[in-house]
């Protein structure tokens, strides 16, 4: 009972820790420049799984070409051209739009395993799809509760969904050499791989910005965004994930929107509107439905005597 508890609670706090992202990317958007910010990120996200490096060490010699391919894909894409279209889109966009753009990840994932990894793609998947996709509409066309207008709020939420796609793709790469790498060892690969591409522009950046500019309250932002979300979120969702069903799994990641939502209102300063709940039960919806598309699955590879792949729930 304990044990499950426990793996619970790491599945919650690693879904919330993924769900502050977002807002978080807003205050770092303002007080740092474009590429000095996700290599600082980075730099300390890498630094603080190092260890995790070190453990697994005499691993890295047994992953091939191939992986290592995916594991660069997962680096410039899942963080790099993610952290570049986060921080871009936030610019234009609220704590509350980007909070609800990003919770489409779920559904996505479900969506981009049936097309590109060979995963059948059942009704309950396009369900999910469609549900987040409204959830997130009914949040972007209630235009009085938005702050951005017009094509800036459309296009602040088309390069959120950017960042949505590229977390899809670090996902669907996690999948494909999960079975070779073990998965917790990817956090400080993908990592160290994304501070190094970042390095070169970030760095000059980084010769004309006044460090003293920023607040104690953007530092925070900068170093919370690089270790709560990417390191520890990902390394408690590994954690919970070795315990618990994926489709049990799923179900927590309810918790990401609404930790997006809570830090969108409460550090930022975002005003509530009574549709925001209406947008939040569809993406909960699409959610549900996903959690449901696992459990089918589950019960399926059970009869058939098969094992069901847990990456399926890991979101990025």
């Not at 894409?77 to 609800?100: D, K, R």
């Not at 702050?147 to 999948?175: M, N, P, R």
């Not at 990641?253 to 569809?282: E, K, N, Q, T």
């Amino acid at each position: 009972m304990m044990k499950s508890l426990l793996s619970f609670s790491f599945l919650l706090l690693g879904m919330a820790f993924f769900g502050t992202g977002t807002p978080t990317a807003k205050v770092v958007t303002a007080a740092f420049p474009l590429f000095l910010a996700p290599f600082l990120r980075l730099l300390a996200a890498a630094v603080l799984t190092t260890p995790i490096l070190i453990w697994y060490r005499h691993e890295l010699r047994d992953i091939n070409r191939e992986n290592w391919f995916y594991i660069l894909g997962i680096g410039a894409i899942g963080l790099v051209m993610f952290s570049l279209f986060l921080l871009t889109g936030m610019q234009m966009v609220n704590g509350v739009v980007g909070a609800m753009v990003m919770s489409l990840s779920p559904a996505m994932v479900a969506l981009g395993a049936a097309l590109f990894l060979g995963d059948r793609l059942g009704w309950r998947k396009i369900v999910a799809v469609i549900l987040s996709v409204v959830g997130v509409l009914i949040i972007n066309v209630s235009g009085n509760s938005m702050q951005a207008q017009g094509w800036e709020l459309w296009l602040g939420s088309l390069l959120v969904f950017g960042a949505v796609c590229s977390a899809t793709a670090y996902s669907l790469f996690a999948k494909k050499v999960s079975a070779h790498v073990r998965p917790i060892l990817l956090v400080p690969l993908a990592g160290w791989i994304a501070a190094i591409l970042f390095a070169v522009p970030g760095g000059y950046q980084a010769l004309s910005f006044d460090f003293a500019v920023p607040g104690w309250n953007d530092w925070a932002a900068l170093l919370w965004w690089g270790v709560g979300p990417f390191g520890i979120g990902t390394m408690l969702w590994f954690l919970g994930l070795k315990a618990v069903k994926a489709s049990i799994a799923s179900g927590f990641m309810g918790a990401m929107p609404a930790s997006g939502l809570l830090v969108s209102y409460i550090w930022l300063g975002d005003a509530f509107y009574w549709i925001h709940l209406v947008g939040f039960a569809f993406v909960l919806g699409g959610i549900g439905m996903v959690s449901w598309t696992h459990y089918r699955s589950e019960k399926i590879a059970k009869r058939q005597g098969k094992e069901y792949d847990t990456c399926h729930a890991t979101p990025c």
